[in-house]
């Protein structure tokens, strides 16, 4: 509860047990109901809704930012134009490598903002970053966003609604 509806929620009360120390007998016994009834009236009321809630959970970033899932299975890189991550166990195989890569191939997953999700190709790694991003917040970038899961983490491009879920049991693109 903020301080201001804190302070309201007291000064309800005083008002309350004023008005009913200057009444009746009957007075009396009715002003406890009413106290009470206009204290949960104030202490009920939600500042935000489920989603406001939800969008405030949202890290909103401008460089380039590196996150790990807590569990520091997966690795991801994040800026407006680009989201990358790879994961290091995992029980899933990826499609078959390309002839025209020739690096490392299947272990993480790339999407670029206004394109679909692709599998990496790259002589380097996403895992590792430090910071980790604990389940159930996210991250974006312009328009990509990153939410992390306990089943795993699941990014997407607003603009296009495509994207990628990676965890150790299973990769989905759409």
């Known amino acids: ?57 949202v890290r909103q970033i401008k460089t380039v930012t590196g996150f790990s899932s807590p569990s520091k299975n997966i690795g991801c890189f994040i800026d407006s134009g680009n989201v990358r991550c790879d994961i290091r166990k995992r029980s899933w195989k990826p499609p078959r490598k390309p002839r025209t890569c020739e690096l490392d191939y299947g272990q993480g ?8 999700p692709a599998f990496v ?18 991250i974006a970038a312009g328009s990509l966003r990153c939410d992390s899961k306990r089943s795993g983490m699941t990014c997407r491009d607003s603009k296009t609604t495509h994207g990628f879920s990676i965890s150790r049991e299973r990769v989905r693109r759409f």
């Open 1 to 57: 509860m903020t301080a201001s509806r804190t302070a309201a929620a007291l000064a309800l009360v005083a008002l309350s047990a004023l008005v009913a120390g200057c009444g009746s007998d009957d007075d009396e016994k009715a002003a406890p109901a009413a106290t009470t009834t206009l204290i949960q009236t104030v202490t009920n009321q939600q500042p935000r809704t489920a989603a406001a809630k939800r969008e405030t959970a």
């Open 109 to 116: 997953i790339n999407l670029s903002a206004g394109m679909k």
């Open 121 to 138: 190709c790259a002589g380097d790694t996403a895992l590792g970053p430090p910071t980790k991003l604990a389940y159930g917040k996210a």
